[in-house]
Nanobody, 123 residues
Framework: VQLQASGGGLVQAGGSLRLSCQASKRTGSNNALGWFRRAPGKEREFVAAIGWKGGNINYADSVKGRFTISRDTAKDTVYLQMDSLKPEDTAVYYC?????????????????WGQGTLVTVSS
C-alpha cells in the first residue's frame, strides 16, 4: 500500500488549505483513515480520524471547529480541510491507514503511512 499526500504549502494565518491523500489500491475502504502531524522539534501527534463508513470522526482538541476530515471511498482518498489556520499548525502532515474499521488517536492503530506534506502558516 502506498499513500500519496498532497495539498500542503505556505499560507497566511487565518487562511485555508485542503490536504488530500490517495491510497494506491482499495485497501482503506474497510479501514479507518487518519491524519497526524509533526511540528519542528516535536513528536508526531494526532489530528483527525474517520471511520470506514465515513462516521466515527474524531479530532484533536487543538483543531476542533477549524479542521474537517472526510473521505471518498470510491476514490480511495481522504481529505483534511483546514480553515482558520494558525502559525502553530505549521507541521508536516501525514495520512495513515488504520488496522481497524474505527480508530482514534493511537499511533499504534495505524500501519500504513504516507510520506508527508509540509504546511507552513505565517503570522
Amino acid at each position: 500500500v502506498q499513500l500519496q499526500a498532497s495539498g500542503g504549502g505556505l499560507v497566511q494565518a487565518g487562511g485555508s488549505l485542503r490536504l488530500s491523500c490517495q491510497a494506491s489500491k482499495r485497501t482503506g475502504s474497510n479501514n479507518a483513515l487518519g491524519w497526524f502531524r509533526r511540528a519542528p522539534g516535536k513528536e508526531r501527534e494526532f489530528v483527525a480520524a474517520i471511520g470506514w463508513k465515513g462516521g466515527n470522526i474524531n479530532y484533536a482538541d487543538s483543531v476542533k471547529g477549524r479542521f474537517t476530515i472526510s473521505r471518498d471511498t470510491a476514490k480511495d482518498t481522504v481529505y483534511l480541510q483546514m480553515d482558520s489556520l494558525k502559525p502553530e499548525d505549521t507541521a508536516v502532515y501525514y495520512c495513515a491507514v488504520s488496522r481497524y474499521p474505527v480508530s482514534g488517536a493511537r499511533i499504534e492503530n495505524y500501519n500504513y503511512w504516507g510520506q508527508g506534506t509540509l504546511v507552513t502558516v505565517s503570522s
